[in-house]
């Protein structure tokens, strides 16, 4: 009787069993059936190297990557093809971060696609042709790509140097011996350098001179200097003379002493030069050669020549004009007593 009742047992569980498998396929089947007729369209999602194909129900790209938890950053962008028999491909283009130096200033930049040369566009960098970038303009861009330009620049510079003027010294027994006094003041010259500079970001790495010119000569200061020695006139006779040993000429036709006055051109040109004596025609005429010293023998004329004459000297007020080069110098000389030797 008990085998009888465990047999029984045995078969009732079976069916039980069987029954509730073909309840839950059919449930799985209902709920496979009610989801496909849900999900009606099917969606290829590219997303960088990865791709997705997903079913729903959303038509709006939108809302089917929010569905799929995809987000994009503000600078991401995607593109929809539009459903065809009810598929249909999105697909997302990442922004690539860019960091762009030029002129001092880093930019950066998220970029979708496109080349370097596209990044420069749009950050408003303009590169010319002879700047130095450290990537290609047609490559592509990448993530964390860094674009550096090196800017090349010319500049043209302009130096003027500073030419010192020079002294000539003119010696005269008008001053003391180591006095001086000028004549007129010296200019300095100018030499002008023209240089063409190659900048690097505004540093220079090349340089190449262009011109270089005395731009403006240097005019040398005129100097009187005291030398008691120094000759006064620039005559030169057609003999030597000879003179004893107080400086007197040995041999002469006439001595004359009296008062000695001196005069300059003032700047005007003139033929004469120092040498050149005036005296009263009447006495003394015109070519007449004579030797001029004061009596002691501090100043020393020299050897002249009678070239002109003046109204004191007709009126016998002085006996004689001394020529000098300089105003400077008649000036110093003043008036003197003197010995006119006529030879």
């Known amino acids: 009787m008990d085998t009888i009742r465990s047999r029984c047992n045995t078969i009732f569980n079976l069916k039980v069993i069987r029954l509730f498998t073909a309840m839950l396929l059919s449930t799985i089947l209902v709920i496979a059936l009610t989801g496909a007729a849900i999900s009606k369209y099917s969606i290829i999602i590219k997303d960088e190297a990865i791709q997705t194909i997903v079913f729903t129900s959303e038509n709006q790209p939108e809302e089917i990557l929010a569905q799929e938890s995809i987000t994009l950053s503000p600078y991401d962008k995607f593109t929809f093809s ?57 490559e592509p861009i990448s993530d964390d790509m860094n674009i550096e330009i090196n800017r090349v620049t010319y500049n043209t510079v302009t130096q003027v140097r500073q030419v010192p003027f020079g002294v000539l010294n003119f010696p005269t027994q008008t001053l003391k011996k180591g006095k001086t006094r000028t004549l007129s003041p010296g200019k300095n010259g100018e030499f002008t350098t023209v240089t063409e500079q190659k900048l690097l970001d505004g540093v220079v790495t090349e340089e190449k001179i262009v011109s270089e010119e005395l731009t403006k000569k240097s005019v040398s200061a005129k100097v009187l200097v005291g030398d008691p020695n120094a000759p006064t006139s620039q005559l030169i006779p057609s003999e030597p003379i000879e003179l004893d040993a107080n400086g007197n000429p040995v041999s002469y036709k006439s001595k004359h002493t009296g008062k000695a006055t001196a005069y300059s051109a003032l700047g005007k040109r003139t033929k004469l030069v120092p040498g050149a004596v005036a005296m009263n025609l009447k006495n003394f005429p015109r070519g007449t050669k004579v030797y001029i010293k004061t009596p002691n023998g501090s100043f020393v004329y020299g050897y002249s020549e009678v070239r002109d004459t003046g109204t004191a000297l007709v009126n016998n007020t002085i006996l004689v004009d001394l020529f000098f080069n300089s105003y400077r110098e008649s000036c110093l000389f003043g008036a003197k007593t003197v010995e006119i030797y006529v030879l």
């Open 82 to 138: 539009g459903f065809v028999d009810n598929k249909a491909t999105i697909t997302v283009n990442r922004a690539k971060r860019v960091t762009m130096k030029a002129d001092g200033a880093t930019q950066v930049h998220y970029i979708v696609g496109g080349t370097v040369a596209d990044a420069l566009q749009k950050a408003a960098i303009t590169v010319n042709d002879e700047d130095f970038i450290n990537v290609s303009l047609t």
